[in-house]
């Protein structure tokens, strides 16, 4: 089983509609839970980030940790064709000494106008 | 704002050529990391360096070396550019036990001919 599974896509979806990207885990030591956006042929950019369960809301993005599941999720809201790119999800443990980020393969969505 | 910055966005190379590839971070940032990205393969870690002149082999270290000599600046090296290498290379920092936020550059597609 890999570390940080994560649906490759891609995903098409219409231009105002609700996406949910997700990544399942298997390492219960992992506390910290990033979110990339990465547009073609560009580094990954991080968009948010969130310590232990719970939601976090920015703008049109929120991001969810379920810690019991293992599972972390991150909603856009009207979704707009800008936001086409590959989304990476990304970990660590508390006790991250720089080489312990471990990331999903990414979902590549389309937002079609 | 985090800055982490590749100062050669497309590089065309040799066979058997010596490549180097730069990154500069202005944050301070104790770590830094060289990743390679490779479509159906993710982001795989070559390298990371936690302080000046201290550096550790990540996933696939093979036919790569790096140099850091000051704690901005960090260096990868193909001793002998070999086809295989061609890929987008990503530089990345991070702040030791932060834990939460590694940031990456605009990535250097190398290729190799």
């Known amino acids: 089983q890999k570390e940080v599974e994560q649906d490759p896509g891609p995903l098409s979806v219409p231009e105002g509609a609700i996406v949910s990207l997700n990544c399942t885990y298997s390492?219960?030591?992992?506390?910290?839970f990033m979110w990339y956006r990465q547009y073609s042929r560009k580094g990954p950019e991080l968009l948010m980030y969130?310590?232990?369960?719970g939601n976090k809301e920015d703008g049109r993005f929120t991001a969810q940790v379920d810690k019991s599941s293992k599972y972390i999720s991150l909603f856009i809201r009207d979704s707009q064709p800008s936001d086409s790119a590959t989304y990476l999800c990304a970990m660590s443990p508390i006790d991250n000494y720089g080489q312990n980020f471990v990331f999903g393969p990414g979902t590549r969505l389309s937002v079609l106008p | 704002d985090v800055k982490v910055t590749q100062s050669s966005r497309y590089l065309v190379k040799r066979t058997g050529e010596k490549v180097f590839l730069e990154c500069v971070q202005d944050?301070?940032?104790?770590?830094m990391f060289w990743y390679r990205q490779d479509p159906g393969l993710g982001l795989r870690l070559i390298y990371f360096s936690y302080d000046v002149k201290m550096k550790e082999k990540g996933d696939i270290p093979e036919g790569y070396s790096v140099s850091r000599e000051k704690k901005e600046r960090f260096s990868l090296i193909l001793e002998s550019a070999s086809t295989n290498q061609t890929s987008m290379y990503l530089c990345a920092s991070s702040r030791t036990n932060s834990g939460n936020t590694i940031y990456f550059g605009e990535g250097s597609w190398l290729t190799v001919v």
């Open positions: 390492n219960s030591a992992f506390q910290y």
């Open positions: 969130t310590y232990s369960s």
């Open positions: 944050m301070d940032h104790e770590n």
